[in-house]
């Protein structure tokens, strides 16, 4: 929506994707809806040939869908959304629209593990290799690079150590190679980081974390930057048909109305639990990109607007230790996924990147006794006191 081009983060989030409609209902309503009449044959047959704009079969288009679609575009300064049904099927459906038999890929090592999976078994079983390499470092990325490199895939920060990729130089490195540069943004959000405006080809989200907020919703969503990428997706997104439902469309719209107010209380509370935790006996490490022991500090300060909502820690005892925390604390929820209003804590190496197995994990630093929490919009110092008392049952 061109009309929003100039406006804040904290004001598009309530306006993004909104436009006028039949009733100008202020809120854009739920188009429950299958399939879409056609005024006559040769109405369906323009629609069908593209030669006229229209709605025709919700797989392939529907208005509330689409409102949820512009929002995020708009956020993302890219040309247009492809809303799915979860952050995998917008992975596989970026990856399936641009790989062919033959070609390599570059992924980040601390990257979602399912996504991992994805392309270490089913993109390999159809003939497309990947290396995994700690894309934080330049130097591995030149080094990991092959004649047939077609794409970089990167999550920035990363899932769940939280490795800092700098975009612009990454982008440099891919397109000086033809290849194409692809980021998973879900771990910042558009309102701390835009991929596009840094030289990223396409951008991909877990609507179902932060631009939801509200854990009760399961999607995914692409960003192209043109008009050619986004043609090439939506096609393939039609043969593979993981789309998203009006219903959960609007839900998530809904959630984006708050997302740079959220965004806002997710920094500074994560900050200050930082603090915290760096200072605590029990602790061993504490990693957050907003600490200045982290080493992506500077890369996340240029880039991100703040460093976001996520900590991972390693506590003392390793797993038992972990385990300790997990099983003690009473506000934060002990839950995969991350992003919502309330605090989660979560073990990687037992729950979210158990499918990696030990080995590879290891190689992606995540240790096992690393825990990860999405710290949520609750108040900072009632989740540090929680915290607090969980963390003093570990053993000395
Ligand atoms: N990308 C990132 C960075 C993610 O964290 C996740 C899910 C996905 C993609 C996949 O999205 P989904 O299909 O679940 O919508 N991350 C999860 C996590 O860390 N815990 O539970 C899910």
Same mark, same amino acid.
């Given at each position: 929506m061109s009309h929003h081009k100039n406006y804040s983060d904290l004001t598009k989030s309530v306006h993004a994707g909104v436009s006028d409609n039949e009733h100008l209902a202020v809120v854009p309503p739920i188009y429950q809806t299958s399939t879409f009449k056609f005024h006559n044959a040769d109405h369906g047959a323009r629609l069908f040939s593209g030669k006229e704009d229209g709605y025709i079969y919700t797989r392939m288009g529907n208005p509330t869908v689409e409102a949820l679609e512009n929002a995020v575009a708009e956020l993302e300064k890219g040309y247009k959304g492809l809303a799915c049904a979860s952050g995998m099927a917008a992975i596989h459906t970026v990856l399936s629209a641009y790989l062919k038999q033959g070609d390599h890929v570059v992924c980040s090592e601390a990257v979602y593990g399912p996504t991992n999976t994805l392309l270490a078994t089913i993109f390999k079983k159809f003939g497309v290799e990947t290396t995994f390499t700690d894309t934080d470092d330049l130097a591995k990325v030149q080094q990991a690079?092959?004649?047939?490199?077609?794409m970089i895939y990167v999550e920035t920060?990363?899932?769940?150590?939280?490795a800092v990729t700098d975009l612009e130089e990454v982008a440099k490195v891919a397109h000086a190679q033809r290849a194409i540069l692809v980021v998973d943004n879900t771990f910042a959000s558009p309102v701390l980081q835009k991929p596009l405006l840094l030289g990223t080809d396409i951008v991909v989200h @877990?609507?179902?974390?932060?631009?939801?907020?509200?854990?009760?919703v399961v999607g995914g969503i692409i960003i192209a930057k043109d008009e050619e990428s986004y043609k090439l997706m939506r096609k393939t997104l039609n043969l593979l048909g993981g789309t998203l439902g009006p219903v959960d469309s609007f839900l998530v719209h809904r959630g984006i109305k708050t997302l740079a107010m959220r965004m806002e209380r997710h920094c500074q509370n994560a900050q200050k639990i930082a603090e915290f935790l760096d200072k605590h006996?029990?602790?061993?490490k504490v990693i957050y990109p907003?600490?200045? @022991?982290?080493?992506g500090y500077e890369v996340a300060k240029k880039q991100m607007k703040c460093p976001g909502g996520m900590i991972s820690f390693e506590v003392q005892g390793g797993v038992d230790g972990g385990k300790m925390v997990m099983d003690s604390v009473?506000?934060?929820?002990?839950?995969? @996924?991350?992003?919502?209003v309330e605090t989660l804590i979560q073990h990687p190496a037992s729950?979210?990147?158990?499918?990696?197995g030990r080995e590879q994990r290891l190689e992606a630093?995540?240790?096992?006794g690393l825990v990860r929490l999405s710290v949520g919009i609750e108040d900072a110092d009632e989740l540090i006191a929680d915290l607090d008392q969980a963390l003093n049952k570990i053993k000395s």
């Amino acid at each position: 929506m061109s009309h929003h081009k100039n406006y804040s983060d904290l004001t598009k989030s309530v306006h993004a994707g909104v436009s006028d409609n039949e009733h100008l209902a202020v809120v854009p309503p739920i188009y429950q809806t299958s399939t879409f009449k056609f005024h006559n044959a040769d109405h369906g047959a323009r629609l069908f040939s593209g030669k006229e704009d229209g709605y025709i079969y919700t797989r392939m288009g529907n208005p509330t869908v689409e409102a949820l679609e512009n929002a995020v575009a708009e956020l993302e300064k890219g040309y247009k959304g492809l809303a799915c049904a979860s952050g995998m099927a917008a992975i596989h459906t970026v990856l399936s629209a641009y790989l062919k038999q033959g070609d390599h890929v570059v992924c980040s090592e601390a990257v979602y593990g399912p996504t991992n999976t994805l392309l270490a078994t089913i993109f390999k079983k159809f003939g497309v290799e990947t290396t995994f390499t700690d894309t934080d470092d330049l130097a591995k990325v030149q080094q990991a690079l092959r004649a047939n490199t077609k794409m970089i895939y990167v999550e920035t920060p990363g899932n769940p150590t939280l490795a800092v990729t700098d975009l612009e130089e990454v982008a440099k490195v891919a397109h000086a190679q033809r290849a194409i540069l692809v980021v998973d943004n879900t771990f910042a959000s558009p309102v701390l980081q835009k991929p596009l405006l840094l030289g990223t080809d396409i951008v991909v989200h @877990s609507l179902t974390k932060f631009l939801n907020g509200h854990a009760d919703v399961v999607g995914g969503i692409i960003i192209a930057k043109d008009e050619e990428s986004y043609k090439l997706m939506r096609k393939t997104l039609n043969l593979l048909g993981g789309t998203l439902g009006p219903v959960d469309s609007f839900l998530v719209h809904r959630g984006i109305k708050t997302l740079a107010m959220r965004m806002e209380r997710h920094c500074q509370n994560a900050q200050k639990i930082a603090e915290f935790l760096d200072k605590h006996p029990r602790v061993d490490k504490v990693i957050y990109p907003g600490l200045k @022991s982290h080493p992506g500090y500077e890369v996340a300060k240029k880039q991100m607007k703040c460093p976001g909502g996520m900590i991972s820690f390693e506590v003392q005892g390793g797993v038992d230790g972990g385990k300790m925390v997990m099983d003690s604390v009473k506000l934060c929820q002990l839950a995969v @996924s991350l992003g919502g209003v309330e605090t989660l804590i979560q073990h990687p190496a037992s729950m979210t990147h158990a499918i990696m197995g030990r080995e590879q994990r290891l190689e992606a630093h995540i240790t096992d006794g690393l825990v990860r929490l999405s710290v949520g919009i609750e108040d900072a110092d009632e989740l540090i006191a929680d915290l607090d008392q969980a963390l003093n049952k570990i053993k000395s």
